[in-house]
């Protein structure tokens, strides 16, 4: 594959404000490179388990939690079909990872960011069918697969549920990588366990850099690397960095999580989940009127000191590595 001129982007929330009807396009100035081909992987957000929550979910007041899993369909389909008509290959398998790859052509992937409402095989069955291939277990919340950050260093983190022993080995034999990004720590362990499926992190840090639930402790990244997985190192500023605010926050903030992976001897594995349209805020130097691909790439090659090679690796080329390899 040629991965030398590609970003990716590993957690984009911007199918929700679509469904929502907040815009019509599933790309904007800030969440597609300007500069090179891109790939952008769409979260298809839905749940704490037994429905809607937060401030997101507003818009979705009134929807019975049995009709969850139709909103999150309805997201995967929107993906599908906006994807070809806004300059994106939409793809699926880790041959046609390769193949728009080799083309040079953008690609758009599906994912799932908290599996609640999916509540039988059979329904994981057909989110495969659509063109899922990634899947984040929980959100902050427990559901009825797994135990989510929130429940970490607390009594109440259970980790996997039998239910959720049975999707990720069924996840296994589908080629449906299972996402590890807010799980609880336990979770994070039992998954680990199952030595079936393709692994990875789509938007987390490490927590020995920044101490938050939402980051990953030590041995679960380097299990993570260790199984040929992805860490997509999240720009969300409480993952990234404590005690400072908003007015303080630049995008080279993120570098102490890089240069910990390199001491670690985990920078083939690394890359971004930026979380776009997930966060409340961005750095002060990541302007929205230009792409966060395009900033975060040119930060990295001007400031970060790593050589070319890496650079290419962390700005995609690690990623498109792992589609490659590890999908069904």
């Known amino acids: 594959m040629t991965l030398k001129n590609y970003t990716c982007d590993c957690h984009c929330d911007s199918v929700l404000n679509v469904v929502r009807g907040e815009g ?3 790309l904007n100035e800030y969440n597609v490179s300007r500069e090179g081909p891109f790939l952008q992987l769409f979260a298809a ?3 704490n388990g037994s429905g809607l929550c937060d401030s ?5 007041t009134g929807i019975d939690p049995k009709d969850v899993f139709a909103l999150a ?14 300059n994106m290959t939409l793809c699926v398998t880790k ?3 390769r193949g728009a790859v080799k083309a040079g052509k953008n690609i758009a992937m599906a994912a799932m960011e908290g599996c609640g409402c999916v509540d039988s095989l059979e329904k994981l069955h057909m989110l495969r069918e659509l063109g899922v291939r990634f899947a984040t277990l929980t959100w902050n919340p427990s559901n009825i697969l797994a ?5 970490s260093g607390t009594p109440d983190d259970k980790g996997l549920t039998d239910y959720g022993r049975e999707f990720v080995k069924e996840c296994g034999k589908l080629g449906i990588a299972v996402d590890l990004s807010h799980a609880s720590v336990k979770t994070m362990r039992d998954v680990l366990e199952e030595d079936s499926c393709a692994v990875f992190a789509s938007h987390s840090n490490f927590r020995s850099v920044c101490d938050h639930v939402r980051n990953l402790p030590d041995d679960v990244a380097e299990e993570i690397v260790r199984r040929g997985g992805f860490i997509g190192l999240n720009t969300y500023l409480p993952f990234v960095a404590g005690g400072i605010s908003y007015g303080e926050y630049d995008a080279e903030m993120i ?3 890089i240069y910990y992976a ?4 985990w920078l083939g594995a690394l890359g971004f989940g930026f979380d776009i349209d997930g966060v409340e805020a961005y750095a002060r130097n990541v302007p929205l009127d230009r792409s966060i691909h395009d900033t975060y790439a040119r930060i990295i090659r001007e400031k970060s000191g790593l050589d070319e090679k890496m650079q290419i690796a962390i700005r995609g080329g690690n990623f498109l590595e792992f589609a490659g390899r590890k999908l069904g």
């Open 24 to 26: 019509e396009t599933l």
């Open 45 to 47: 957000w839905t749940e």
């Open 56 to 60: 997101r979910a507003s818009a979705f």
């Open 73 to 86: 369909v309805k997201m995967v389909n929107t993906v599908k079909e906006k994807a070809p008509a806004e």
């Open 95 to 97: 041959e046609d990872v």
């Open 147 to 151: 135990s989510g950050c929130s429940s």
């Open 255 to 257: 570098f102490p999580h």
């Open 262 to 265: 390199a001491e670690k001897g």
